[in-house]
């Protein structure tokens, strides 16, 4: 039996994103790396997630507390038990505002390195060469990778060295 484990000495804060989380993958002992990502995620009371974006799909599932979602120029109350979406390349963040944690879960899927992955496993699987994403007409126009983060905030690793590291 595999567990998975999220409590208060599993996070690790996450200086550049001023949050504390715990990725889920990799989990070596349980699960290969899967083309998604995921994590546990807390942002402390009063404190508002470091805004970025990426070129992944993202969804939020808010499990404690609420505060005010933020996606582009739109903001929104959330609360538990609700669920946001963000498409790629939209600046965001999460802001706290109330008196006790605010917990979500998060999955990402769809990043150029997933597609990379996932395009080289299936290469591999039926003996062929890749010829990449240049070649494939749905993705020509695609972005190779992930853009440069804006003046003044980090850029989003996409392999942490301590794997209890998380990207919100």
Known sequence: MHIFTAHEDDMVFEEPYNVSGRRIFPWPEAVEEPNWGGAWVDVAPGATSTPHDHDENEMFFIVEGSGVMRIGDETRRVRAGETVFITPFQDHDLTNDGDVRLRFVTIWWGG????????AKWAAEF????????ADPATAAAPAGRPAAPAGSPAVPSAPADP???VA
Do not use: M
């Not at 150029?112 to 395009?119: G, H, L, P």
């Open 164 to 166: 209890r590291q998380v």
């Open 127 to 134: 003996g062929i060469t890749d010829p990449g994403p240049a």
């Open 112 to 119: 150029s390195d997933a597609v990379a992955r996932d395009r």
